[in-house]
């Protein structure tokens, strides 16, 4: 290999966030095994915003709890930052947003925030830890901050949890249908609060979504993954500009983007039928 080639497959590697490499999972034995993840490849690039849609089944969830290292794959590797998930697990570089905001009744929303400090204490050393007060005000929360989580709505208590997610100012945001259970109002304005903090942070996100509105208005790339086996069917180009809001939506080339999207996911779904 040449020097000048070398150079550029390091200045590449340099641009990776995430990177997954012939991902494959089962759960089972025998003739109940079933594959939920089929040598499953995808790259994310540093700063960029990728979300995954498909229909149920097809290991979304499962793809994002394994680059989070919640659960071992069979086969096939993750790799951050050019770390393994351990080694980037305990760096903390990676933030995890669930399904529910998963917060501590008996605390605080800053206290629930400032969580992750208390319980690592030795983690913070050296590190450009963001301040959990400036956090909250940063997701139109400062005026709650001494609230307890009974006293928030599911947006709001939604909006801490992704707070929380960013006080060790992680390399990698890993967020798995963090919206889903809001009302369709409530959720366009989380979507929104979440697009604009997102602009002005640019960090590495994996976005699962079941929403394909709300993955074209966050996204730079959408992956389409289809069911049994769970497999990538299609990754699809975000070409619309940035920064963007809520105008976005009646435009021309958002609608035929959307038409584009749904035309693949029921293409998809209907394969997913027949099997």
């Known amino acids: 290999m040449s020097a ?10 340099n641009d ?12 089972g034995a025998g003739e109940s095994r079933t594959t939920v993840l089929d040598k499953v490849s995808l790259t994310i690039r540093k700063g960029e915003f990728v979300s995954v849609i498909g229909p149920s089944g097809c290991g979304k969830s499962t793809l994002l709890k394994v680059v989070a290292g919640l659960s071992g794959a069979d086969s096939g590797r993750v790799m951050i930052n050019g770390k393994t998930v351990r080694e980037a697990a305990k760096d903390k570089a990676i933030g995890l947003v669930p399904q529910a905001p998963a917060l501590l009744p008996w605390r605080t929303i800053l206290d629930n925030v400032s969580l992750p400090i208390t319980v690592n204490p030795g983690a913070n050393r050296g590190r450009n830890l963001r301040d ?5 005000r940063s997701f139109g929360l400062g005026h709650a901050i001494e609230r307890y989580p009974a006293q928030l709505s599911g947006g709001m208590q939604q909006r801490a949890a992704i707070a ?6 992680p390399e990698i945001l890993l967020m798995d249908e963090p919206f889903s259970a809001l009302d369709e109002m409530n959720r366009d304005q989380q979507r929104m609060g979440l697009l604009d903090f997102w602009q002005s942070n640019r960090k590495s996100v994996l976005f699962v979504t079941h929403s394909v509105p709300e993955a074209i208005i966050l996204s730079d790339r959408i992956v389409l993954m289809a069911a049994h086996p769970g497999r990538i069917a299609e990754i699809i180009d975000v070409d619309l500009p940035r920064p963007r809001n809520e105008a976005l939506y009646a435009t021309d080339a958002f609608r035929d983007l959307e038409g584009h999207v749904r035309t693949s996911l029921r293409k998809v779904m209907m394969e997913a039928a027949r099997v």
Do not use: M, T, W
């Open 4 to 13: 000048q080639a070398a150079q550029a497959l390091r200045h590449a590697d």
């Open 16 to 27: 990776v966030g995430v990177h997954v490499e012939n991902i494959s999972k089962s759960y």
């Open 132 to 136: 959990p007060k400036e956090l909250l």
């Open 164 to 169: 929380r997610a960013f006080v060790f100012d």
